[in-house]
């Protein structure tokens, strides 16, 4: 399992789902109450292991189901 490769997943189906949903990082940013775009655009880069509590927010803001956003098959 490669920390880097898991971010990098998670944060491409972020993206995409966030685009399918049609919002900016900052207006999700905004959804999920924090405090600006460019978080959002950390997590989608894979430059940051973001807390539980964001995962699901973002998940209730895109009302997306966890296997969503990763698919923990292709890593184990």
């Known amino acids: 399992m490669n920390k880097k490769e898991i971010l990098k997943e998670f944060g491409r189906n972020l ?14 940013a905004e959804k999920i109450g924090v405090s600006y775009g460019q978080v959002i655009g950390t997590i989608e880069r894979g430059e940051t292991n973001t807390s539980l509590s964001v995962i699901i927010a973002i998940m209730n803001a895109l009302n997306l189901d966890f296997e969503a ?5 292709k890593f184990f």
């Open 69 to 73: 956003l990763f698919d923990r098959k």
């Open 15 to 28: 993206k995409a789902e966030r685009n399918r949903a049609g919002l900016s990082q900052e207006q999700l």
